[in-house]
């Protein structure tokens, strides 16, 4: 029997959505063994000069614990 643990990680990229998503669980996987997978929970821009300036997106990355 495994234990899976979820955690909340917000990451932001100034090129895209994917590359947001990549830098997210890039980190995650340097501090966190084992994960499993993850689940986009929300993705959001900020604006500056009426451009879109950054891609933020929040994740549910689930690991299991040893």
């Known amino acids: 029997m495994s234990v899976a643990r ?4 917000t990451s932001e ?3 895209d959505f994917e590359t947001a998503i ?5 980190k995650a996987n340097k501090t966190l063994d084992q994960i499993e997978g993850a689940w986009v929970q929300d993705m ?3 604006v500056k000069d009426g451009k879109v300036d ?6 549910k990355v689930t690991f ?3």
């Open 54 to 59: 950054k891609y933020r997106v929040n994740l």
């Open 44 to 46: 959001k821009v900020t």
């Open 22 to 26: 990549d830098n997210a669980i890039e």
């Open 64 to 66: 299991v614990l040893k």
């Open 6 to 9: 979820v955690t909340e990680i």
């Open 13 to 15: 990229s100034g090129k």
